[in-house]
T-cell receptor
Framework: GAVVSQHPSRVICKSGTSVKIECRSL??????MFWYRQFPKQSLMLMAT?????????EQGVEKDKFLINHASLTLSTLTVTSAHPEDSSFYIC????????????FGPGTRLTVL | KQEVTQIPAALSVPEGENLVLNCSFT??????LQWFRQDPGKGLTSLLL?????REQTSGRLNASLDKSSGRSTLYIAASQPGDSATYLC??????????FGAGTTVTVRA
């Protein structure tokens, strides 16, 4: 089946620094990827939709200048948390959709971000 | 705005007992509903996907039903095993590809 990886799996950083998280589709090309955030014991919240070769579409309430998304190739999307603060600490999960597929999203293993 | 609720939030059962997990959603205009499993600190594994025109889907010990008009889905896990211990999430998909997730039901199966 389709595999999606994320790197790093865990990152700890100081407040005010920027952190980049990578999402890769390993064995398929993904024109569309999604970024989610999950706080403890809460549901996954969609942050943005990442489209290859075009600007990401952000959900209401998500600051696009703080969460920079780049989908430069058909197998890689990156999420950069700029000037991170403790309230940005969360579990970030990406998913990728097969081209021409109407249903299936494949999820990455997630990245645990802790901002001190 | 679609709201997805899962009840109960947590469930603990002895091994061998059947599990019943509930999911409700406020907007019945969905394209499909999906059940996922999430292990602690891990990503999501898709278990079952039910199209809006379907009433149920089965895979091994898992059976999911969908009543779109009432905004409900139920996941049944027969003869539970300790390896079934995880958090189970349901997600609904409207006409676009944006999934709306419930907060999950955390299941513990005691040996």
């Amino acid at each position: 089946g389709a595999v999606v990886s994320q790197h790093p799996s865990r990152v700890i950083c100081k407040s005010g620094t920027s952190v980049k998280i990578e999402c890769r589709s390993l064995d398929f090309q993904a024109t569309t990827m999604f970024w989610y955030r999950q706080f403890p014991k809460q549901s996954l919240m969609l942050m943005a939709t990442s489209n290859e070769g075009s600007k990401a579409t952000y959900e209401q309430g998500v600051e696009k200048d703080k969460f920079l998304i780049n989908h430069a190739s058909l197998t890689l999307s990156t999420l950069t948390v700029t000037s991170a603060h403790p309230e940005d600490s969360s579990f970030y999960i990406c998913s990728a959709k097969l081209p021409f597929s109407t249903d299936t999203q494949y999820f990455g293993p997630g990245t645990r971000l802790t901002v001190l | 705005k679609q709201e997805v609720t899962q009840i109960p939030a947590a469930l603990s059962v002895p091994e061998g007992e059947n599990l019943v997990l509930n999911c409700s959603f406020t907007d019945s205009a969905i394209y499909n509903l999906q059940w996922f499993r999430q292990d602690p600190g891990k990503g999501l594994t898709s278990l079952l996907l039910i199209q809006s025109s379907q009433r149920e889907q089965t895979s091994g010990r898992l059976n999911a039903s969908l009543d779109k008009s009432s905004g409900r889905s139920t996941l049944y896990i027969a003869a539970s095993q300790p390896g079934d211990s995880a958090t189970y999430l349901c997600a609904v998909r409207p006409s676009d590809y944006k999934l709306s997730f419930g907060a999950g039901t955390t299941v513990t199966v005691r040996a």
